[in-house]
């Protein structure tokens, strides 16, 4: 029993230990992330869907 509370308490404390990393490397990475998205064309977020698909068929 001992052994589990000892194990639980390590994977708790390892997941907290990865997570601090993990908001570490991404504030680093931020300005590279908003360039990355700042070169994309803007057609690569507009639109959503197929309007198209949406209207009826003429005719029926």
């Given at each position: 029993m001992?052994?589990?509370?000892v194990a639980v308490g390590l994977t708790i404390a390892a997941a907290g230990f990865?997570?601090?990393y993990v908001l570490q490397a991404m504030k680093h990475m931020e300005p590279q992330v908003k360039?990355?998205?700042q070169?994309?064309?803007k057609?690569?977020?507009?639109?959503?869907?197929?309007?198209?698909?949406?209207?009826?068929i003429k005719g029926k």
């Open positions: 001992a052994s589990t509370v990865a997570g601090r360039q990355v998205f070169s994309l064309p057609s690569a977020f507009s639109g959503g869907y197929y309007r198209g698909a949406l209207l009826p």
